[in-house]
Protein backbone atom coordinates (compact mmCIF):
# COMPACT_ATOMS: atom_id res chain seq x y z
CA UNK A 1 0.00 0.00 0.00
CA UNK A 2 2.50 2.49 0.72
CA UNK A 3 4.52 1.69 -2.38
CA UNK A 4 1.04 2.66 -4.44
CA UNK A 5 0.50 5.46 -2.63
CA UNK A 6 4.20 6.47 -3.56
CA UNK A 7 3.87 6.33 -6.76
CA UNK A 8 0.38 7.94 -6.86
CA UNK A 9 2.29 11.03 -5.25
CA UNK A 10 5.07 10.86 -7.80
CA UNK A 11 2.64 10.32 -10.80
CA UNK A 12 0.79 13.46 -9.56
CA UNK A 13 4.25 15.54 -9.38
CA UNK A 14 5.24 14.59 -12.53
CA UNK A 15 2.03 15.26 -14.15
CA UNK A 16 2.44 18.80 -12.62
CA UNK A 17 5.57 19.17 -13.99
CA UNK A 18 4.80 17.86 -17.59
CA UNK A 19 5.36 21.22 -19.29
CA UNK A 20 8.54 23.33 -18.21
CA UNK A 21 8.28 24.35 -14.58
CA UNK A 22 8.71 28.23 -14.02
CA UNK A 23 9.01 28.20 -10.29
CA UNK A 24 9.57 26.41 -7.58
CA UNK A 25 9.34 26.95 -3.96
CA UNK A 26 8.78 25.60 -0.53
CA UNK A 27 10.19 25.09 3.12
CA UNK A 28 12.04 22.55 4.93
CA UNK A 29 11.27 22.40 8.66
CA UNK A 30 13.63 20.88 10.79
CA UNK A 31 12.55 20.09 14.78
CA UNK A 32 13.22 18.29 17.52
CA UNK A 33 10.80 17.97 20.84
CA UNK A 34 12.31 16.68 23.93
CA UNK A 35 10.57 16.42 27.39
CA UNK A 36 11.03 15.27 31.06
CA UNK A 37 7.77 14.32 33.12
CA UNK A 38 7.70 13.08 36.81
CA UNK A 39 4.92 12.19 38.58
CA UNK A 40 3.47 9.08 41.42
CA UNK A 41 4.67 6.85 38.98
CA UNK A 42 8.25 8.40 38.70
CA UNK A 43 9.92 9.74 35.70
CA UNK A 44 9.67 9.55 31.48
CA UNK A 45 11.61 11.05 28.98
CA UNK A 46 11.60 11.51 25.16
CA UNK A 47 13.40 13.47 22.14
CA UNK A 48 11.30 13.09 19.26
CA UNK A 49 11.93 14.34 16.05
CA UNK A 50 10.12 15.86 13.27
CA UNK A 51 11.40 16.81 9.27
CA UNK A 52 8.64 18.80 7.43
CA UNK A 53 8.53 19.49 3.81
CA UNK A 54 6.69 22.13 2.15
CA UNK A 55 6.37 22.26 -1.94
CA UNK A 56 5.48 24.08 -4.66
CA UNK A 57 5.34 23.67 -8.46
CA UNK A 58 4.11 26.16 -11.07
CA UNK A 59 3.96 26.03 -14.44
CA UNK A 60 1.05 28.26 -16.46
CA UNK A 61 -2.26 27.58 -15.02
CA UNK A 62 -0.70 24.10 -13.43
CA UNK A 63 0.45 24.14 -9.89
CA UNK A 64 1.33 20.74 -7.46
CA UNK A 65 1.53 21.46 -3.79
CA UNK A 66 2.32 19.34 -1.35
CA UNK A 67 3.01 19.64 2.92
CA UNK A 68 4.03 16.03 4.79
CA UNK A 69 6.19 15.06 7.46
CA UNK A 70 8.29 12.55 8.88
CA UNK A 71 8.74 11.75 12.42
CA UNK A 72 10.37 9.21 14.82
CA UNK A 73 11.86 9.45 18.88
CA UNK A 74 15.05 8.65 19.27
CA UNK A 75 14.57 8.01 23.04
CA UNK A 76 11.73 5.21 22.74
CA UNK A 77 10.36 4.32 19.50
CA UNK A 78 6.71 4.65 20.00
CA UNK A 79 3.81 2.75 17.63
CA UNK A 80 4.17 2.88 14.21
CA UNK A 81 8.05 4.63 14.14
CA UNK A 82 8.88 5.82 12.13
CA UNK A 83 5.78 7.97 11.22
CA UNK A 84 5.24 9.51 7.58
CA UNK A 85 2.04 12.14 7.45
CA UNK A 86 0.55 13.23 4.60
CA UNK A 87 -1.31 16.69 5.41
CA UNK A 88 -2.10 17.30 1.78
CA UNK A 89 -0.98 16.66 -1.88
CA UNK A 90 -2.78 19.30 -4.62
CA UNK A 91 -2.74 19.33 -8.13
CA UNK A 92 -4.42 22.87 -9.08
CA UNK A 93 -5.74 23.51 -12.87
CA UNK A 94 -6.97 26.88 -12.55
CA UNK A 95 -9.19 28.93 -14.80
CA UNK A 96 -10.40 26.30 -17.08
CA UNK A 97 -12.64 28.24 -19.80
CA UNK A 98 -12.20 31.25 -17.78
CA UNK A 99 -14.45 30.17 -15.14
CA UNK A 100 -13.26 26.93 -13.08
CA UNK A 101 -10.75 25.76 -11.12
CA UNK A 102 -10.49 21.87 -10.52
CA UNK A 103 -7.85 20.35 -7.76
CA UNK A 104 -7.13 16.28 -7.17
CA UNK A 105 -5.77 14.71 -4.67
CA UNK A 106 -5.22 15.08 -0.52
CA UNK A 107 -6.71 18.16 0.54
CA UNK A 108 -8.53 20.36 3.46
CA UNK A 109 -12.13 21.17 3.04
CA UNK A 110 -13.40 24.51 4.37
CA UNK A 111 -16.74 25.76 2.82
CA UNK A 112 -19.55 26.88 5.27
CA UNK A 113 -20.85 23.62 7.20
CA UNK A 114 -18.07 21.33 5.46
CA UNK A 115 -14.61 20.73 6.99
CA UNK A 116 -12.06 18.07 7.54
CA UNK A 117 -9.48 16.13 4.40
CA UNK A 118 -10.16 14.20 1.66
CA UNK A 119 -8.35 12.30 -0.96
CA UNK A 120 -11.00 13.61 -4.05
CA UNK A 121 -11.33 16.19 -6.29
CA UNK A 122 -12.87 19.94 -5.66
CA UNK A 123 -14.10 22.05 -8.78
CA UNK A 124 -14.75 26.00 -8.29
CA UNK A 125 -16.95 27.74 -10.63
CA UNK A 126 -17.87 31.01 -11.15
CA UNK A 127 -20.60 30.89 -13.63
CA UNK A 128 -21.74 34.61 -13.38
CA UNK A 129 -21.15 37.52 -11.36
CA UNK A 130 -21.36 37.57 -7.93
CA UNK A 131 -21.66 33.95 -7.92
CA UNK A 132 -19.36 31.33 -7.11
CA UNK A 133 -20.35 27.56 -7.01
CA UNK A 134 -17.95 24.74 -5.17
CA UNK A 135 -18.80 21.10 -5.13
CA UNK A 136 -15.79 18.24 -3.36
CA UNK A 137 -16.09 14.66 -3.02
CA UNK A 138 -13.18 12.24 -1.99
CA UNK A 139 -12.47 9.24 0.33
CA UNK A 140 -11.99 9.92 4.03
CA UNK A 141 -7.99 10.23 5.20
CA UNK A 142 -6.87 7.51 6.91
CA UNK A 143 -5.90 8.00 11.10
CA UNK A 144 -2.73 9.83 11.17
CA UNK A 145 -2.26 11.16 7.95
CA UNK A 146 -1.09 7.74 6.40
CA UNK A 147 -0.14 7.44 2.63
CA UNK A 148 -2.63 5.11 2.73
CA UNK A 149 -5.17 6.35 0.11
CA UNK A 150 -9.23 5.02 -0.65
CA UNK A 151 -9.53 2.64 2.10
CA UNK A 152 -13.24 1.10 2.17
CA UNK A 153 -14.21 4.05 0.35
CA UNK A 154 -17.80 2.19 0.05
CA UNK A 155 -17.87 3.02 4.00
CA UNK A 156 -15.50 6.26 4.18
CA UNK A 157 -15.88 9.02 2.13
CA UNK A 158 -17.39 12.71 1.93
CA UNK A 159 -19.26 14.76 -0.18
CA UNK A 160 -20.48 18.47 -0.34
CA UNK A 161 -21.03 22.02 -1.87
CA UNK A 162 -20.93 25.59 -1.15
CA UNK A 163 -22.41 28.37 -2.79
CA UNK A 164 -21.36 31.72 -2.52
CA UNK A 165 -23.81 35.05 -3.90
CA UNK A 166 -22.33 38.45 -3.63
CA UNK A 167 -25.73 39.90 -5.55
CA UNK A 168 -26.86 42.04 -2.71
CA UNK A 169 -24.72 45.30 -1.50
CA UNK A 170 -21.97 44.74 1.05
CA UNK A 171 -23.35 41.02 1.52
CA UNK A 172 -22.62 37.87 0.87
CA UNK A 173 -25.16 34.99 1.18
CA UNK A 174 -23.75 31.11 1.82
CA UNK A 175 -25.42 28.22 1.65
CA UNK A 176 -23.68 24.63 2.32
CA UNK A 177 -24.26 20.97 2.38
CA UNK A 178 -22.07 18.08 3.66
CA UNK A 179 -22.06 14.40 4.32
CA UNK A 180 -20.01 12.44 5.11
CA UNK A 181 -19.92 8.99 5.63
CA UNK A 182 -16.99 7.50 8.87
CA UNK A 183 -17.04 3.48 9.15
CA UNK A 184 -17.67 2.45 12.63
CA UNK A 185 -16.09 -0.13 14.80
CA UNK A 186 -18.65 -2.96 15.95
CA UNK A 187 -18.91 -4.30 19.21
CA UNK A 188 -20.69 -6.60 21.53
CA UNK A 189 -23.18 -5.55 24.28
CA UNK A 190 -26.79 -6.73 25.34
CA UNK A 191 -30.30 -5.93 23.66
CA UNK A 192 -33.56 -6.91 24.80
CA UNK A 193 -34.92 -9.10 22.02
CA UNK A 194 -38.41 -10.30 21.14
CA UNK A 195 -39.38 -11.45 24.83
CA UNK A 196 -38.25 -8.74 26.40
CA UNK A 197 -35.41 -10.90 27.86
CA UNK A 198 -31.58 -9.59 27.56
CA UNK A 199 -29.37 -11.44 24.97
CA UNK A 200 -25.89 -10.73 23.44
CA UNK A 201 -25.94 -8.35 20.18
CA UNK A 202 -23.38 -7.51 17.56
CA UNK A 203 -23.93 -3.53 17.19
CA UNK A 204 -22.99 -1.69 14.61
CA UNK A 205 -24.41 1.53 13.40
CA UNK A 206 -23.36 1.59 10.03
CA UNK A 207 -20.98 4.24 8.28
CA UNK A 208 -23.54 7.29 8.43
CA UNK A 209 -21.15 9.69 10.37
CA UNK A 210 -22.54 13.40 9.82
CA UNK A 211 -24.93 15.23 7.39
CA UNK A 212 -25.79 18.86 7.47
CA UNK A 213 -26.94 21.92 5.89
CA UNK A 214 -26.48 25.63 6.57
CA UNK A 215 -27.36 29.36 5.51
CA UNK A 216 -24.81 32.07 6.46
CA UNK A 217 -25.05 35.88 5.79
CA UNK A 218 -22.78 38.33 6.42
CA UNK A 219 -22.94 42.30 6.00
CA UNK A 220 -20.74 45.00 6.80
CA UNK A 221 -21.00 48.94 6.31
CA UNK A 222 -19.68 52.55 7.73
CA UNK A 223 -17.93 50.35 10.81
CA UNK A 224 -20.41 47.55 11.21
CA UNK A 225 -20.05 44.45 10.75
CA UNK A 226 -23.04 41.64 11.38
CA UNK A 227 -23.04 38.06 10.24
CA UNK A 228 -26.08 34.94 11.24
CA UNK A 229 -25.97 31.25 10.59
CA UNK A 230 -27.78 28.47 11.17
CA UNK A 231 -27.08 24.72 10.31
CA UNK A 232 -29.31 22.25 10.30
CA UNK A 233 -28.42 18.23 11.33
CA UNK A 234 -30.25 15.84 8.79
CA UNK A 235 -28.89 12.09 10.32
CA UNK A 236 -31.05 13.72 13.97
CA UNK A 237 -33.95 16.16 12.31
CA UNK A 238 -32.63 19.15 14.30
CA UNK A 239 -31.36 22.38 14.30
CA UNK A 240 -27.46 21.82 15.09
CA UNK A 241 -26.75 25.46 15.44
CA UNK A 242 -27.85 29.29 15.29
CA UNK A 243 -25.58 31.97 15.84
CA UNK A 244 -25.74 35.72 15.09
CA UNK A 245 -22.40 38.06 15.76
CA UNK A 246 -22.00 41.74 15.80
CA UNK A 247 -19.31 44.39 15.89
CA UNK A 248 -19.45 47.99 16.29
CA UNK A 249 -16.80 50.38 15.58
CA UNK A 250 -18.45 53.49 17.83
CA UNK A 251 -15.62 56.02 17.65
CA UNK A 252 -12.18 55.42 16.22
CA UNK A 253 -11.17 54.51 20.05
CA UNK A 254 -14.23 52.20 20.95
CA UNK A 255 -15.33 49.00 19.48
CA UNK A 256 -18.33 46.80 20.57
CA UNK A 257 -18.64 43.05 20.03
CA UNK A 258 -22.07 40.75 20.34
CA UNK A 259 -21.68 37.27 19.92
CA UNK A 260 -25.20 34.99 20.39
CA UNK A 261 -25.20 31.15 19.88
CA UNK A 262 -27.16 28.13 20.29
CA UNK A 263 -26.14 24.85 19.85
CA UNK A 264 -27.12 20.96 19.91
CA UNK A 265 -23.86 18.40 20.67
CA UNK A 266 -21.95 17.45 18.07
CA UNK A 267 -21.89 13.98 17.58
CA UNK A 268 -21.23 11.70 14.69
CA UNK A 269 -24.53 9.60 13.92
CA UNK A 270 -22.58 6.37 14.58
CA UNK A 271 -20.85 7.09 17.65
CA UNK A 272 -21.69 5.05 20.56
CA UNK A 273 -22.46 8.39 22.46
CA UNK A 274 -25.55 9.18 20.22
CA UNK A 275 -27.44 6.82 22.66
CA UNK A 276 -25.70 9.23 26.02
CA UNK A 277 -28.50 12.06 26.84
CA UNK A 278 -27.00 15.10 25.16
CA UNK A 279 -28.17 18.94 26.07
CA UNK A 280 -28.09 21.99 24.18
CA UNK A 281 -26.94 25.01 25.39
CA UNK A 282 -27.15 28.89 24.99
CA UNK A 283 -24.15 30.74 24.81
CA UNK A 284 -23.85 34.83 25.04
CA UNK A 285 -20.76 37.04 24.90
CA UNK A 286 -20.68 41.10 25.13
CA UNK A 287 -16.70 42.48 24.66
CA UNK A 288 -15.00 46.14 24.64
CA UNK A 289 -12.32 47.55 23.05
CA UNK A 290 -11.07 50.55 23.99
CA UNK A 291 -7.77 52.02 22.59
CA UNK A 292 -6.12 54.88 25.24
CA UNK A 293 -3.27 54.96 23.10
CA UNK A 294 -1.75 53.80 19.55
CA UNK A 295 0.16 51.15 21.25
CA UNK A 296 -1.98 50.28 23.83
CA UNK A 297 -5.94 48.87 23.76
CA UNK A 298 -7.86 47.64 27.03
CA UNK A 299 -10.92 44.77 26.01
CA UNK A 300 -13.07 43.04 28.28
CA UNK A 301 -15.29 40.20 27.38
CA UNK A 302 -18.50 38.95 29.93
CA UNK A 303 -19.92 35.47 28.47
CA UNK A 304 -22.03 33.41 30.18
CA UNK A 305 -23.37 29.58 29.39
CA UNK A 306 -26.85 28.60 30.16
CA UNK A 307 -27.89 24.61 30.40
CA UNK A 308 -31.33 23.38 30.98
CA UNK A 309 -30.56 23.64 34.75
CA UNK A 310 -27.17 25.11 35.27
CA UNK A 311 -25.26 27.71 33.77
CA UNK A 312 -21.48 29.62 33.85
CA UNK A 313 -20.17 32.70 33.87
CA UNK A 314 -16.47 34.02 32.47
CA UNK A 315 -15.55 37.38 33.07
CA UNK A 316 -12.22 38.65 31.07
CA UNK A 317 -10.08 41.59 31.77
CA UNK A 318 -6.86 42.78 29.95
CA UNK A 319 -4.34 45.09 27.73
CA UNK A 320 -2.64 44.18 25.03
CA UNK A 321 0.29 46.59 23.03
CA UNK A 322 2.67 45.87 20.34
CA UNK A 323 4.99 43.86 22.84
CA UNK A 324 3.12 42.69 25.28
CA UNK A 325 -0.03 41.42 26.55
CA UNK A 326 -1.78 40.64 30.17
CA UNK A 327 -5.23 38.62 30.85
CA UNK A 328 -7.33 37.90 33.36
CA UNK A 329 -10.00 35.57 33.16
CA UNK A 330 -12.59 34.34 35.90
CA UNK A 331 -14.68 31.37 35.35
CA UNK A 332 -17.88 29.97 37.67
CA UNK A 333 -19.94 27.60 36.38
CA UNK A 334 -22.04 24.39 38.39
CA UNK A 335 -18.90 22.39 38.04
CA UNK A 336 -15.96 24.52 39.97
CA UNK A 337 -14.60 28.16 39.55
CA UNK A 338 -11.09 29.30 38.13
CA UNK A 339 -8.88 32.50 38.25
CA UNK A 340 -6.55 32.49 35.70
CA UNK A 341 -3.78 34.84 34.56
CA UNK A 342 -1.44 35.39 31.65
CA UNK A 343 1.08 37.49 30.38
CA UNK A 344 3.20 37.29 27.36
CA UNK A 345 5.88 39.74 25.73
CA UNK A 346 8.37 39.74 22.65
CA UNK A 347 10.39 42.55 21.35
CA UNK A 348 12.58 42.08 18.43
CA UNK A 349 16.34 43.46 18.33
CA UNK A 350 18.88 44.29 15.50
CA UNK A 351 16.19 45.14 12.84
CA UNK A 352 14.20 41.86 13.91
CA UNK A 353 16.91 39.45 13.38
CA UNK A 354 16.61 38.18 17.45
CA UNK A 355 12.81 38.28 18.43
CA UNK A 356 13.40 36.67 22.53
CA UNK A 357 9.84 36.09 23.90
CA UNK A 358 8.75 34.65 27.57
CA UNK A 359 5.49 33.82 29.03
CA UNK A 360 3.17 32.44 31.90
CA UNK A 361 0.31 31.23 32.89
CA UNK A 362 -1.06 30.93 36.65
CA UNK A 363 -4.61 29.19 37.61
CA UNK A 364 -6.07 28.47 40.67
CA UNK A 365 -9.51 26.26 40.22
CA UNK A 366 -11.56 23.59 41.97
CA UNK A 367 -13.20 21.31 40.14
CA UNK A 368 -16.55 21.25 42.26
CA UNK A 369 -18.60 23.50 43.50
CA UNK A 370 -17.68 23.46 46.96
CA UNK A 371 -14.34 21.56 46.52
CA UNK A 372 -10.88 22.29 47.85
CA UNK A 373 -8.62 24.88 45.44
CA UNK A 374 -5.52 23.90 43.52
CA UNK A 375 -2.83 25.47 41.19
CA UNK A 376 -1.02 25.41 38.18
CA UNK A 377 1.48 27.07 36.52
CA UNK A 378 3.23 27.29 33.31
CA UNK A 379 6.00 29.08 31.81
CA UNK A 380 7.74 29.85 27.98
CA UNK A 381 10.81 31.48 26.78
CA UNK A 382 12.51 31.49 24.10
CA UNK A 383 13.56 33.06 20.82
CA UNK A 384 13.35 33.36 16.82
CA UNK A 385 17.10 34.01 15.34
CA UNK A 386 16.81 34.84 11.90
CA UNK A 387 19.80 35.89 10.45
CA UNK A 388 19.52 35.58 6.90
CA UNK A 389 16.06 36.05 4.89
CA UNK A 390 15.69 31.96 4.05
CA UNK A 391 17.01 30.89 7.69
CA UNK A 392 15.53 31.16 10.69
CA UNK A 393 16.10 29.02 14.01
CA UNK A 394 13.51 28.84 16.65
CA UNK A 395 14.63 27.98 20.68
CA UNK A 396 11.17 27.59 23.32
CA UNK A 397 11.63 26.14 27.12
CA UNK A 398 8.56 25.13 28.46
CA UNK A 399 8.17 24.24 32.24
CA UNK A 400 5.27 22.94 33.72
CA UNK A 401 3.97 22.09 37.43
CA UNK A 402 0.20 20.92 38.86
CA UNK A 403 -1.26 18.09 40.90
CA UNK A 404 -0.38 15.74 38.29
CA UNK A 405 2.84 16.65 37.37
CA UNK A 406 5.60 17.35 39.81
CA UNK A 407 7.22 18.92 36.85
CA UNK A 408 6.98 18.64 33.17
CA UNK A 409 10.03 20.03 31.34
CA UNK A 410 10.12 20.47 27.59
CA UNK A 411 12.40 22.16 24.81
CA UNK A 412 12.00 23.12 20.97
CA UNK A 413 13.82 23.47 18.51
CA UNK A 414 13.53 24.20 15.09
CA UNK A 415 15.31 25.28 11.71
CA UNK A 416 13.44 26.92 8.97
CA UNK A 417 14.77 26.85 5.54
CA UNK A 418 12.62 28.63 2.55
CA UNK A 419 13.74 28.39 -1.35
CA UNK A 420 12.72 28.94 -4.59
CA UNK A 421 13.64 29.11 -7.73
CA UNK A 422 12.37 30.26 -11.17
CA UNK A 423 12.93 28.67 -14.57
CA UNK A 424 13.90 31.09 -17.55
CA UNK A 425 11.03 33.60 -16.50
CA UNK A 426 12.21 37.00 -17.48
CA UNK A 427 15.00 35.77 -19.69
Known amino acids: M ?65 YMQGSTDFSEAMENDPQLRLFNAILLWK ?128 GVWAFGRVDYDFNFERLSRAELAATYQATPALGLTLDLAHREPTLAYNSYFRILEGEANEEAVLGVDYRIHPLLTLNARVSTVVYDEDNALRVSLGGMCKYWSIMYTKDVSYDGDLDGFNVQAAYPFLDGMLVPHIGAVYSSYALSENGDKTSTTAAVAGAMLRPWKKLSVDFEGQYVTNRIYKSDIRAFARINYWFSHTFGVGE
Do not use: C
Open 2 to 66: LLRSTALLLLLAAFALQADAQTVSGRLVTSVFGWERTDTAGSTQHMRGYENLQLNVAAGDFSFST
Open 95 to 222: NIGGMADLKLGRQPIFGGVGYGTIDGALLRMRPAGGVEVSAYAGGLTPPGQRTDFFQNLDHNWQTGAHVLLYLVRDTKIGISYMNRHRESTPYDGFRLDAQNNLAPQTIDYGSRANQYGSVDVAWSNS
